[in-house]
């Protein structure tokens, strides 16, 4: 897997809260990978992370690199300040991995809101807050 960049955002994105069945994915981004946790018996994708998978029932779960790419599936452009720190508008994105089989609700940074489109090529990134890493897409430059 490819490592992705951190990026600084100049505010401060509310640090999600840890919890054992959510850290791995939000410290995954230390070392730039994203992290996605899979079914070790059946190889099911899950997000959120779940204690046990939905297809088979096994307890026997792991968090798996994936390469951080996919496209915009849907999204919305919030023009209301609902965090102190980050500034109106910006784009919300769900974003569809290309090899798992998971879509990510996210923020989609680095683009003009006008720009976005549905089936947009992104890559991830990550922002710091606190002892996150928070997965963030933004459009893949040819």
């Given at each position: 897997?490819?490592?992705?960049s951190i990026?600084?955002?100049?505010?401060?994105?509310?640090?999600?809260?840890?919890?054992?069945?959510t850290?791995?994915?939000w410290?995954?981004?230390?070392?730039g990978?994203?992290?996605?946790?899979?079914c070790?018996d059946?190889?099911?994708?899950m997000?959120?992370?779940?204690?046990?998978c939905?297809?088979c029932?096994?307890?026997?779960?792991?968090?798996?690199?994936?390469?951080?790419?996919?496209t915009?599936?849907?999204y919305?452009?919030?023009?209301?300040?609902?965090?102190p720190t980050?500034?109106?508008?910006?784009?919300?994105?769900?974003?569809?991995l290309?090899?798992?089989?998971v879509?990510?609700?996210?923020?989609?940074i680095?683009?003009e809101?006008?720009?976005?489109?549905i089936?947009m090529?992104v890559?991830?990134?990550f922002?710091?807050?606190g002892?996150?890493?928070i997965?963030?897409?933004r459009?893949?430059?040819p």
């Amino acid at each position: 897997m490819s490592t992705h960049s951190i990026v600084n955002e100049g505010f401060l994105r509310p640090e999600p809260p840890l919890t054992p069945r959510t850290k791995e994915f939000w410290t995954s981004g230390h070392d730039g990978v994203l992290r996605i946790a899979q079914c070790d018996d059946c190889g099911q994708w899950m997000h959120p992370p779940q204690p046990v998978c939905r297809s088979c029932q096994s307890r026997s779960i792991s968090s798996t690199a994936v390469a951080g790419t996919g496209t915009v599936f849907s999204y919305t452009v919030n023009r209301y300040q609902w965090s102190p720190t980050i500034e109106p508008p910006y784009v919300i994105a769900e974003v569809a991995l290309d090899d798992a089989d998971v879509v990510l609700m996210t923020a989609l940074i680095d683009c003009e809101i006008h720009a976005v489109s549905i089936g947009m090529p992104v890559d991830v990134c990550f922002a710091i807050s606190g002892d996150t890493f928070i997965p963030l897409f933004r459009p893949v430059t040819p």
